[in-house]
């Protein structure tokens, strides 16, 4: 199973995007790139996923470089509710596969 | 999220007592966890079923059983609670057929004095 590597914490202020990259060397070839947001006192909550290039959705846009070693979330304009912890995994698929959490990124967003 | 819920939300219970907590779904999906979560270890699956009476251990299994007699109902039973099993215990569902990610219940915190 891949292991990855995302910074403990961010700072950041509103209005500005935040880019949080996640380190993935051993990713196999059918392994997804998947991030999840977590509040205080709530669960996960998925957020994007992507295989490679570019996906984009209403909430995030996830960039994943030709070779899929790393991963880059990036959330435009962030506001205070954007605080949180973002969990960057990776995704095996398949039907009897698990999903195993790291440590997170810590985002905080200030005024 | 609406579709999954936890009861109970909180509990505090003994040491030495059995605990069941209760996972509820109405999305009918096949996948279903158990995960718990606490400070300096991230969330940490503790078993995990693939349909009824289908289940398999995780990363934490010792000391927890699981059952799923239905589709919509995934238990978790400590047998015999112990302080280090304090925790927040989040359910999750997945559809893997038409992928949206995990969805995850509010969770339910659990002190085991």
């Not at chain 1, 950041?12 to 999840?36: F, K, L, M, P, R």
């Not at chain 1, 290039?53 to 996830?62: C, D, G, I, P, R």
Request: proline content about 4%; overall charge neutral; aromatic content about 12%.
């Amino acid at each position: 199973l891949a292991k990855t590597t995302q910074p403990i914490s961010m700072d950041s202020y509103e209005g500005q995007e935040v880019n949080i990259t996640c380190s993935h060397n051993n990713i196999a070839t059918n392994d997804y790139i998947t991030w999840y947001q977590q509040f205080p006192s709530q669960g996960p909550r998925f957020i994007i996923q992507g295989y490679k290039t570019k996906v984009t959705n209403e909430v995030a846009s996830l960039f994943i470089p030709a070779d899929r070693k790393s991963s880059t979330l990036s959330l435009p304009r962030v506001s205070l509710s954007d605080t949180a912890v973002y969990y960057c995994l990776v995704d095996p698929g398949g039907r009897y596969s698990t999903l195993t959490f790291g440590k997170g990124t810590m985002l905080l967003v200030s005024p | 999220d609406a579709g999954i819920t936890q009861s109970p939300r909180h509990k505090v219970t003994e040491t030495g007592t059995p605990v069941t907590l209760r996972c509820h779904q109405t999305e009918n999906h096949r996948y279903m966890y158990w995960y718990r979560q606490d400070p300096g270890h991230g969330l940490r699956l503790i078993h995990y079923s693939y349909g009824v009476k289908d289940t398999d251990k995780g990363e934490v299994s010792d000391g927890y059983s699981v059952s799923r007699s239905k589709t919509e109902d995934f238990l978790l039973t400590l047998e015999s609670a112990t302080s280090s099993q304090t925790s927040v215990y989040f359910c999750a569902i997945n559809d893997i057929t038409d992928y949206y990610g995990y969805t995850f219940g509010s969770g339910t915190r659990l002190t085991v004095v």
